[in-house]
């Protein structure tokens, strides 16, 4: 679970670091889920400056390697703007902002994550 | 849920760790909205409060002056969601001058016991506190 967002906290670059690390090192990641202010991690309208990373095409990046399944929650996307196209059309929204490789759920996600792997960490605060 | 239908049979430890005061930032308001997901995967929960996460159950919230929600009261629920296991760290209380007189009177119904009503808060020192942390499988902090 990642709980901060990208560059004002260094908690998602943390656990893409760490993502990475265990996908090369041959271990299965179940999921990795966006909560509180993490899920602007999964915006594409990020443009940081060209000399700096890009954190959230990294994290797109390593899912569509990877076949990573990347889960922003739905309850925490809505209080912070982030949109897929099923919910910009249920709330009226005239576009939609979600990155590739990241999709909307709910929390029972984070719940059943938690039940399935061997190991649930968090990155945060 | 579908993700419960997926998952029955399957029982772990969770424990929710709350280490931030309810107002002034998200962590605590979402941290409980996890906690009330969750209990519909039947799991063996419990709940920790350390730190500032203390404050999350102090008695008399009162939020009006904010502008913010006063969602104290839906520590209150937790019981009816067989969330019945919500220990407090003593040495945290102490160093914020407070002791469980300040704590909301959380309850549950025992249904193996007669519907006995029982506290549901426990204050526990940081070394039980450390031992119920090492018997978790899986640890949420906010």
């Known amino acids: 679970m990642v709980t901060e967002g990208p560059y004002t906290h260094q908690a998602s670059d943390t656990a893409y670091n760490f993502t990475k690390a265990a996908l090369n090192q041959g271990h299965e990641i179940?999921?990795?889920?966006?909560?509180?202010?993490?899920?602007?991690?999964?915006?594409r309208l990020t443009t940081p400056p060209q000399d700096d990373r890009n954190i959230v095409d990294r994290w797109s990046e390593l899912a569509q390697q990877h076949d990573l399944d990347m889960v922003v929650c739905v309850a925490a996307a809505q209080r912070r703007g982030i949109v897929d196209a099923d919910e910009a059309k249920r709330n009226s929204k005239d576009v939609d902002n979600i990155a590739p490789g990241f999709r909307i759920s709910g929390l029972?996600?984070?719940?059943?994550?938690?039940?399935?792997?061997?190991?649930?960490?968090v990155f945060g605060d | 849920m579908e993700e419960a239908a997926q998952t029955s049979g399957v029982v772990k430890r969770f424990m929710y760790v709350n280490r931030h005061a309810p107002y002034g930032t998200v962590y605590a308001l979402e941290g409980?909205?996890?906690?009330?997901?969750?209990?519909?995967?039947?799991?063996?929960?419990?709940?920790?409060?350390?730190?500032?996460?203390?404050?999350?159950?102090?008695?008399?919230?009162?939020?009006?002056?904010?502008?913010?929600k006063n969602f104290s009261p839906t520590y209150r629920a937790l019981g009816d969601y067989d969330v019945n296991k919500l220990y407090v760290e003593k040495e945290s209380l102490e160093a914020r001058g407070l002791s469980e007189s300040d704590l909301m009177e959380l309850t549950w119904e025992d249904e193996d016991d007669d519907w006995a009503e029982k506290p549901s808060i426990h204050i526990v020192d940081k070394n039980k506190l450390a031992d119920l942390l090492a018997e978790q499988d899986v640890v949420l902090n906010f």
């Open chain 2, 32 to 68: 409980l909205e996890v906690v009330l997901i969750g209990a519909a995967f039947d799991q063996d929960v419990s709940m920790a409060f350390i730190d500032d996460g203390v404050f999350q159950l102090i008695k008399g919230q009162d939020t009006k002056d904010t502008g913010m």
């Open chain 1, 30 to 43: 179940y999921r990795v889920f966006f909560y509180h202010d993490g899920v602007n991690n999964g915006t």
């Open chain 1, 108 to 121: 029972g996600q984070l719940i059943e994550m938690g039940i399935q792997s061997d190991r649930t960490m």
